[in-house]
Each structure stands twice: as structure tokens, then as C-alpha cells.
């Protein structure tokens, strides 16, 4: 068992890798009667291709997401129900690279533990329930297509990446997900939720020591297989986007727009890549920023509302920005953008608005860690990037000017520039 104090954050995170595999971080906050606990696994949607036991298996498109859907099923009990009678709220989600499931409660804390981590490490499948589920996903893939948000975010992705399976929707399509078996769910089941593939970290008001012993007592009355040696497949992808632009058609009143910069690659190094998501953060921020000039131009012709945003998302594999909103004249807002991003390059960032940023950053993150649920999810999605969330101020305070610039230069050039429009369906133009 290992602690870590960061004074600054004030936080004490102790950290420990059980016999089976497991990787425990414990956040104990005295002060605080509400605890949030989180298991993950480190695997998600583009995880469809990979070598187990030296044989390579190519599995239908969404079963990660499909696998999330199941778990909460079980022949004896109602898992919800379960939480429910310790005062507790439960939920689950899968991305890209990994699916995670959690609870939040202010009691029975010992009691909800046990829950999350029994019906997270078992699987109930039957034919007939796998069946089932697919008309159920089927109906919730379709939904998402008419949903403009989900819709105009996917088409991004599918114009900026050719071959990555980043481009394919998380849940898969209704063609993929009736192609999947019962066997290859539990295959992908066996695969990647051994203990040694998956991350559990609590954040609230508990003692460290005993919620340690409470996880290695679970832990100790179950058997698992030998850890399996995953070795994930992913295609080459090439630098550039596959087409600059997606347009679709869809039953809308106000049409969407998206303009996303491809990142050539993704970076394996964790404390790289935490470096270059501050990075790249304060840069958008500075860039797109609710102070940013841009945006009150934007907001103040009417091109925009407050929905106005930006993103950045990068892992190991794959990296993209994503930028903003809802748009009355889509065309003439990406075209604003992309002359706006053109004349920053030539004139380089403004040195006093880089720095408010970077303070504004610093400051948003110390202010964050008061919430569990956020401090949970993110030191988890770092942990599995590997990736410390305890480096983040050092590396907001490492950032500089000339890092900005260098990073504009390389990350929003035109040619990584791909823009995805929902339009009405009777729109013209």
C-alpha cells in the first residue's frame, strides 16, 4: 500500500494493487458524508480487435456497450433495487476506451461497496436475454441518429478518421449489434473484466485503511483465472482527415455545426499526455472562451448562442478538438472560425489572455476537487491513460507562451480541419 499527500490539493491518496491484479485508489475526505466509488475497466467501444492466447478475434462493432447493458441484469435479484435499499444511486457508462460503473450514497457505504464490486464480477447471459437486449439498444442507436448533438459529434469523427474505430458510434450500429453472440460476449466479458484489466477508485468520507480491508475481504472470497495478456489491434491511420466536410439532413428547427482538428497521434506517454491536454485546454479556452473576442462577435452577430463550446479528448491512439454549437447560418460560422484560427497563427496569442487562462485553469481545477463524483471520474480516466491526476497543477504552472504557439501551429492547421453540419430538412444552400 502506498500513500501519496498532495499538500496543495489537500488530499491524501493511497494507492494498492491487490493479489489478483486489481488497482485500488482510496481519496478518504473526513469532512464529507457523501462517498463515490467508481470501477472501471480499461475497455471500450474501439476495443473490437485484439490477440488473446496468441488466437485474434475481430468482434462485432458495440459490445462494451452492449456488455454494460447486461451487468446490471441478474437471475436473482434487482441490482437497482439493491442500492436502492442502502440509499445509494448507481449508473454506468461506456466511451471510447473504457466502461465504468458507479454509486453515490451518504450511508451503507460498506454494504454499497459490496454491491458495485458482486455485480460488476459476475455476468448473467442467457439466449434469450441477449435477444432481448438488442431490440432494446437497436431502438436507443436509432434514437441517437435523430438526435442532432449525438449525431453531428459522430459524423465529426466519421470525417476525420479513416480507418481508427473511433469513427464507429460507442454503441455500435443495428446491424452490428444483431451479430452479436452470447459467446462473444462472454468472451470480451472474460477478456478485459479480470480484475487485472480494471481500476477501483473511492473518494468521500471513509477511513482508508478500512475500506482497503472491506475491498481485499470481497476480493478474497472469489476466484479468478490467470490475467489475461491483451494485445489490442488498431489500423494505421493517416495523418489527414478522410473528408473535410459531412453534411446531414435531419428534422431540426435550428441546424448544427462542428468544425474538429485531427490530432496525428494519439502519445503513450502518460505525463506527455497530461502536459499536452493542459495544454491544448488553455489554448481553447483562450481561443473560444465565453471571454474570448471571438465569442461575443459570434454570440453578438447572432451566429451562436451560449451553447457555444469546445473539447479536447486525446489517449493514447487518437486525438481530436471539437468546436461549437448550435448555428443559424452553420456556413458562415465555420467560415468565421476558420479564418479567426488563420489570423491568431499569423498574429500569435495574446500573452495576457493566455495567462488568465492559465490561472482560470488552476484555479477551476482546485475548485473541482470539493466535487467526489468529478474527481473520481477524472482521476480514474487519467489513471487508466496513464496518466497522474495529482500532476495536473504542476503541469498547468510548466505551461507557457511559447508552448501555446507552438502548439496552435501544429494541432489547428487547415489541413487537420474537418467541419460536420446537421441541417433542417428544409434548409437550402
Given at each position: ?23 485500488v485508489?482510496?481519496m ?5 458524508h ?47 433495487a ?88 460507442i ?55 490467470k ?13 489527414k ?77 487518437y486525438?481530436?478538438?471539437?468546436v ?19 489570423h491568431i497563427?499569423n498574429?500569435?496569442?495574446d ?65 487537420s ?13
Amino acid at each position: 500500500m502506498m500513500s501519496k499527500q498532495a499538500d496543495l490539493l489537500k488530499l491524501t491518496v493511497t494507492e494498492h494493487k491487490l493479489a489478483n491484479g486489481l488497482e485500488v485508489c482510496l481519496m478518504p475526505k473526513p469532512n464529507f458524508h457523501q462517498t463515490f466509488a467508481m470501477f472501471a475497466t480499461k475497455y471500450g467501444s474501439i476495443d473490437n480487435e485484439f490477440v488473446i492466447d496468441g488466437k485474434r478475434r475481430r468482434v462485432p462493432d458495440g459490445i462494451a456497450h452492449f456488455l454494460e447493458h447486461k451487468m446490471f441484469e441478474d437471475e436473482h435479484v434487482d441490482v437497482f433495487a439493491q442500492f436502492a435499499a442502502h440509499g445509494a444511486s448507481v449508473n454506468a457508462f461506456t466511451t471510447f476506451d473504457e466502461t465504468a460503473y458507479y454509486f453515490s450514497c451518504t450511508s451503507d457505504v460498506k454494504d454499497n461497496l459490496n454491491i458495485l464490486l458482486d455485480f460488476v464480477q459476475r455476468i448473467y447471459l442467457t439466449d434469450e436475454n441477449v435477444e432481448k437486449e438488442k431490440g432494446i439498444i437497436a431502438q436507443e442507436i436509432r434514437m441517437g441518429d435523430d438526435n442532432p448533438d449525438r449525431r453531428a459529434f459522430m459524423e465529426l469523427l466519421a470525417a476525420m478518421y479513416q480507418e481508427h474505430p473511433v469513427r464507429i458510434d460507442i454503441a455500435g450500429s443495428v446491424e452490428s449489434i444483431y451479430e452479436i453472440t452470447k459467446s462473444d460476449l462472454l468472451d470480451c466479458y472474460s477478456t478485459f473484466y479480470h480484475p487485472s484489466n480494471m481500476v477501483l477508485v473511492v473518494v468521500g468520507g471513509f477511513d482508508a485503511k478500512e475500506m482497503l480491508e472491506w475491498i481485499e475481504q470481497n476480493q478474497s472470497q472469489k476466484t479468478f483465472g490467470k490475467a489475461p495478456v491483451i494485445e489490442r489491434v488498431y489500423p494505421s491511420e493517416p495523418e489527414k482527415p478522410g473528408s473535410p466536410r459531412h453534411e446531414v439532413r435531419l428534422n431540426v428547427t435550428q441546424p448544427r455545426c462542428l468544425i474538429g482538428w485531427k490530432e496525428p497521434h494519439g502519445t503513450s506517454n502518460g505525463r506527455d499526455l497530461l502536459h499536452q491536454e493542459m495544454l491544448t485546454g488553455v489554448l481553447l479556452d483562450v481561443l473560444f472562451g465565453k471571454t474570448s473576442s471571438i465569442y461575443t462577435e459570434l454570440l453578438d452577430a447572432g451566429l451562436i448562442d451560449k451553447g457555444f463550446s469546445w473539447e479536447y479528448e486525446l489517449t493514447e491512439h487518437y486525438g481530436y478538438t471539437v468546436v461549437g454549437g448550435n448555428s443559424p447560418d452553420p456556413y458562415a460560422l465555420a467560415d468565421r472560425i476558420a479564418r479567426y484560427v488563420s489570423h491568431i497563427r499569423n498574429r500569435g496569442i495574446d500573452a495576457d489572455a493566455f495567462e488568465r487562462a492559465r490561472k482560470k485553469a488552476i484555479g477551476r481545477f482546485i475548485m473541482s476537487l470539493d466535487q467526489n463524483a468529478y474527481l473520481a471520474k477524472t482521476y480514474l480516466t487519467y489513471r487508466l491513460r496513464g496518466a497522474s491526476f495529482l500532476d495536473t497543477v504542476d503541469a498547468l504552472t510548466s505551461l507557457s507562451l511559447a508552448d501555446a504557439n507552438r502548439r496552435l501551429d501544429e494541432h489547428l492547421r487547415e489541413e487537420s480541419r474537418v467541419v460536420s453540419l446537421i441541417l433542417s430538412n428544409q434548409a437550402t444552400g
